[in-house]
């Protein structure tokens, strides 16, 4: 399954609901799994994003499905990076 790095914000809604996140990355986790997927895991980060996921997905839709049902509650935004594996940039390369 393709990887993906997604780096979240939390809005200003999302700041003032930060007692509900634990709460919130569940449901997350769920919903990825919902589409097919995989949350890797999870961190709360100091900086310029406030969290910072690693997500599976079976395809781009089901990953996109995914983060616009997040993005769509109101409490983050996020950016997502298309991540590859060691074997994946193998063949990557070997494409070159």
Do not use: C
């Amino acid at each position: 399954m393709p990887t993906y790095v997604v780096l979240i914000k939390w809005t200003d809604q999302g700041v003032k609901n930060a007692k509900d996140t634990v709460q919130r990355a569940r449901h997350f986790r769920s919903d990825v799994e919902r589409h097919g997927g995989k949350l890797d895991n999870i961190y709360w980060t100091q900086g310029k994003y406030d969290l910072i996921s690693v997500i599976e997905a079976p395809d781009e839709q089901a990953a996109m499905a995914t983060l616009l049902t997040l993005d769509s509650l109101g409490n983050v935004r996020t950016q997502t990076l298309r991540a590859f594996n060691e074997t994946e940039m193998e063949a990557i390369i070997q494409k070159m």
